[in-house]
């Protein structure tokens, strides 16, 4: 993984070939793309790899030689890109040598904690085993902390999570997720986990605008379209869903997306005669009328 | 000739079977249009025929005279279902380089196909009988020559297979990850059963897993195979206890009759040796039967392969020796002699590699530029460990492991006997050179352009090596070979 | 004495640079690495125990390394090796054995000879020794 061809003497590191070498702008490219909005998020991920390739450049010169941490957090509402944007961060950790292997295993609690004494350990050791030279991302990690219930044992996972984080920082990078005031709840009972975090990244909600933009983009990926009526009721939608309980931004673009596809294909079968042809522009369109019939639209929840 | 008999409806055309002389692509034993069955057993023969013979003629020859044919026609074949047997000739094709402006005479590969029923299920002798035991003195042909055969499942199913096997063997000896390492006893001959046990033991103590017999030592005035078997086994089990290794030397239990070969192996069986060996020349028939014993004795079997090369070595006539390595692995042997490439006797890098295939693989897939013609399946059959030995010593250790992979057994007798600081120093330097060499691989080191280095890094903390290499440093043994493959993996070559 | 049973054993003790070297060959080969120790390494004694299952869907070098160190600081005088089994058709074995630790006083092994009838020996050996490292 060391890019080739660096000088290492008194003369310097060349930072910009060292980042082209390492290819990282590729996947920033591809973050991009990828994921609407998000400017502070993807700004952070630039700065985030501007250091790490620093770091390179000062161990190549025999500045360095401690790998700084790269344990991350990463916060915000459900929805809102932190799954994504972890794995574009592995791919960027292993373009940067930091870590061996682009890949990212995925758990909650129940992956860590076990259900009867004995059971933990090794359940946390298997994941941690399986995750290593690569990232290892915990949703909703403050789970794994439940003081209230003196017979849980995720406290027993925090603790071998916290020596790995340590011993063997250089096999893996935890990124922890999570709501931001229950990750600062669980912070604060467990400041060792906290100490070993580097990078904290927010992640804000979408804007009313990017929402009807990620809607846009899923539908055209699902071959549908709106025409200007569906849109402005897809716009209106989502301001109304956004104040209503359990948003969880993409997440419930997708859905209501997906519902509204099954309205669309009820409608068309309601309206289509026997021995008449559907033509392909109404298999693809999606109807206002598809998205009025949401209980959004109703104003009260049921 | 003209039409004999009188009865109505016969044609003026000669009959099929009246009497007479009749050209054998007549008689049914050329038939291009044949596809052979899973079931029939096929054969390639390399054919030389005479001047003026034709070549589906001659192959149909071979077809006539492996099977049912005789050199002129006989009525008692209509008592027969002569068609099924019959064996068929159904291709035909010349042989690349050969013929006019080649050097050579023009050879054909003649493809025949035999019906299941001609053979005795499980027996070597009889599918030996059949196929050689006729037609390689036949006038017609100038030379001829067994390349291959296609063993069908049906047929593999019958046999037995290796006794023991590499997998079984290797978890016998607790070995994993390494070829394993072996020396003949020298000299040849001469030595008395007490100083025999001696090299064994200095040889398996400096860290060989195994010491052979060699093929000629039986039972001779100078040392009687009783003295030899009691004298080796301490030595085997006195390495053993003072190293924690599991250890071996293959007792030669051949002799004049069965009888006796029994006795020998009971008594190696008494004395807990893990391995007998038995040479060729001792016969199909014997062979199977030890196999069969082997098995039921929970004994490795080594074969020495002794003799061969009065049939294997030339190209044009005899009977390959991948052939005689397919039949090996159906009798069932463990062990069997398939050359070293880079050592004293015969063998070229492509064909080696084709007789390696077909002992190791499970499935051995054609591949004409090592010489396979066939796929053979082996349906299962154990995979027998091939032995390279023969003028190789430390210095090409990892010539060794590139040429022959890791599932082989080594011998280096006089590598290792012929050590400057004896026959434990021998054996150690061997040991060492092989451990470094397949570390180094494992590491992704290339092999083949640093293992010398990787040797002499070795050597500069093992003494015994780095006088193995000062004394051996520049021994190779370049010569021509006779026996190669005839199609050669190039950009424009359609095969 | 050492005992010279596994691949490497007559080379120097491999460092864990080397070991991980060769753990990372046999995930190239996609064998599942097993850790297992024991007091008694007579050739017979097949059945070491096993520390913890064979790692088979482990990817990384790393993890094994952790339990190789997690099974030396339990068993500091024991002997540890390393298994790389192959699940493939056709070999379903071991293909690669090494030993990764051994006691500081290796045992040693007494061969002990039965006289029978004309000059057969029955051979065995027993591990003296064993666990005092």
């Not at chain 1, 915000?76 to 932190?82: C, E, L």
């Not at chain 1, 990078?199 to 009807?212: G, V």
């Not at chain 1, 206002?288 to 929840?301: I, P, W, Y």
């Not at chain 2, 070795?458 to 026996?483: E, G, I, K, M, Q």
């Amino acid at each position: 993984m060391q890019p080739t061809g660096q000088e290492q003497s008194a003369q310097g590191v060349d930072l910009q070939a060292l980042l082209a070498e390492a290819r990282v702008n590729e996947v920033l490219e591809q973050l991009d793309a990828e994921l609407v909005g998000l400017a502070p998020v993807k700004q952070r991920v630039r700065e985030i790899s501007a250091f790490l390739l620093v770091a390179r450049a000062r161990e190549m010169l025999g500045i360095q030689s401690e790998t700084p941490s790269m344990h991350m957090c990463f916060t915000g509402n459900p929805g809102t890109g932190k799954t994504t944007v972890a794995t574009r961060m592995a791919d960027i950790l292993q373009r940067l040598g930091c870590i061996r292997r682009s890949s990212v295993v995925a758990v909650t609690r129940d992956d860590l904690v076990g259900q009867y004494i004995g059971h933990t350990a090794p359940k946390t050791k298997e994941v941690l085993k399986r995750a290593m030279g690569g990232v290892l991302f915990i949703d909703e990690a403050y789970y794994l902390y439940r003081p209230e219930n003196e017979r849980d044992y995720g406290q027993e996972a925090i603790e071998i999570l916290l020596q790995v984080m340590e011993a063997n920082s250089s096999d893996l990078v935890v990124i922890l997720a999570g709501y931001k005031e229950r990750m600062q709840t669980f912070f604060s009972a467990n400041p060792g986990v906290y100490s070993r975090i580097a990078h904290h990244i927010d992640f804000p909600d979408y804007s009313a605008a990017e929402l009807l933009q990620i809607a846009e983009i899923m539908a055209q990926r699902m071959r549908y379209r709106f025409d200007d009526e569906s849109r402005a009721t897809m716009q209106r939608y989502i301001q109304r869903r956004i104040r209503r309980p359990n948003f969880s931004n993409a997440r419930s673009i997708r859905n209501a997306l997906d519902r509204a596809r099954l309205r669309q294909a009820n409608r068309l079968f309601e309206c289509a005669a026997a021995g008449e042809r559907t033509r392909a522009e109404e298999l693809t369109l999606i109807h206002a009328q598809d998205l009025l019939a949401s209980r959004v639209f109703r104003g009260d929840a049921e | 000739m003209s039409a004999t008999t009188a009865t109505e409806g016969r044609s003026k055309r000669r009959g099929r079977y009246d009497a007479g002389v009749l050209k054998y692509r007549e008689m049914g034993y050329w038939q291009p249009d044949y596809l052979p069955k899973d079931t029939d057993v096929i054969a390639l023969f390399r054919i030389t025929p005479q001047e003026n013979v034709d070549p589906e003629e001659a192959a149909a020859a071979v077809a006539g005279e492996s099977s049912t044919a005789t050199w002129t026609v006989v009525w008692t074949d209509r008592l027969t279902a002569c068609d099924a047997y019959r064996a068929k000739a159904y291709r035909v094709d010349p042989v690349p380089n050969t013929g006019a402006g080649a050097g050579v005479e023009q050879q054909y590969f003649a493809y025949i196909a035999y019906e299941l029923d001609l053979f005795e299920e499980g027996s070597i002798a009889n599918l030996t009988a059949s196929i050689i035991g006729n037609v390689f003195g036949f006038k017609p042909l100038k030379a001829l020559r067994l390349e291959d055969m296609r063993i069908p499942v049906a047929y593999v199913k019958t046999f037995q297979g290796p006794a023991t096997g590499i997998v079984v063997e290797r978890e016998r000896l607790d070995k994993f990850g390494r070829p394993l390492l072996g020396a003949t006893t020298k000299p040849k001959l001469g030595l008395s059963g007490r100083n025999y046990g001696r090299v064994v033991y200095e040889a398996l103590k400096g860290g060989l897993d195994f010491v052979k017999d060699d093929e000629n030592i039986n039972s001779q005035p100078f040392m009687h195979w009783r003295d030899r078997f009691l004298f080796c086994m301490e030595a085997v089990n006195r390495a053993s206890a003072v190293t924690g290794e599991v250890k071996g030397h293959y007792l030669n239990v051949t002799a004049a009759t069965m009888e006796d070969m029994y006795e020998r192996a009971e008594f190696a069986r008494e004395l807990g040796s893990i391995i007998v060996m038995i040479d060729l020349v001792i016969g199909y028939t014997a062979i199977q039967s030890m196999a069969k014993w082997a098995r039921r004795n929970d004994m490795i079997l080594h074969l020495h392969r002794a003799g061969h090369s009065t049939y294997t070595r030339q190209k044009n006539h005899g009977v390959a020796f991948r052939v005689i390595a397919k039949w090996m692995r159906l009798a069932g042997v463990d062990h069997i002699h398939a050359g070293t490439v880079v050592g004293k006797l015969e063998g070229d890098p492509a064909i080696i590699a084709g007789i390696y295939d077909t002992l190791r693989e499970p499935y051995t897939g054609a591949d004409l530029t090592h010489a396979l013609f066939f796929d053979q399946d082996w349906a299962g059959l154990r995979k027998v460990m091939p032995v390279a030995s023969g003028g190789i010593h430390a210095g090409q250790m990892h010539q060794l492991l590139t040429y022959l992979g890791e599932d082989v057994v080594l011998q280096f007798g006089g590598g290792t006997i012929g050590h400057p600081d004896g026959i434990h120093a021998g054996a150690t330097a061997n040991r060492v050179a092989l451990e470094a060499i397949v570390q180094a691989r494992n590491e992704g080191v290339d092999i083949w352009n640093e293992g010398l280095e990787v040797l002499q890094k070795a050597a500069r903390w093992c003494a015994p090596l780095r006088a193995a290499l000062d004394t051996w440093r520049d021994v190779t043994f370049n010569y021509t070979s006779t026996d190669t493959a005839d199609f050669v993996p190039t950009e424009t070559a359609s095969v | 004495m050492r005992i010279t049973q596994g691949a490497f054993s007559f080379l120097p003790d491999l460092s864990d640079e080397q070991i991980r070297a060769q753990i990372d060959y046999a995930l190239r080969q996609g064998w599942a690495l097993a850790v297992e120790f024991t007091e008694d390494p007579h050739p017979r004694n097949t059945y070491w125990e096993m520390w913890g299952m064979p790692m088979f869907d482990v990817q990384d070098a790393a993890a094994v390394l952790y339990e190789v160190n997690a099974c030396r600081r339990a068993y500091p005088g024991r002997y540890i090796r390393l298994n790389a089994f192959d699940a493939t058709r056709g070999f379903e074995t071991v293909r690669l054995s090494f030993i990764v630790q051994r006691p500081e006083q290796e045992p040693h092994f007494e061969l002990t000879r039965s006289e029978g009838p004309g000059r057969r020996v029955r051979y065995s050996m027993r591990t003296i020794g064993a666990g005092r490292g």
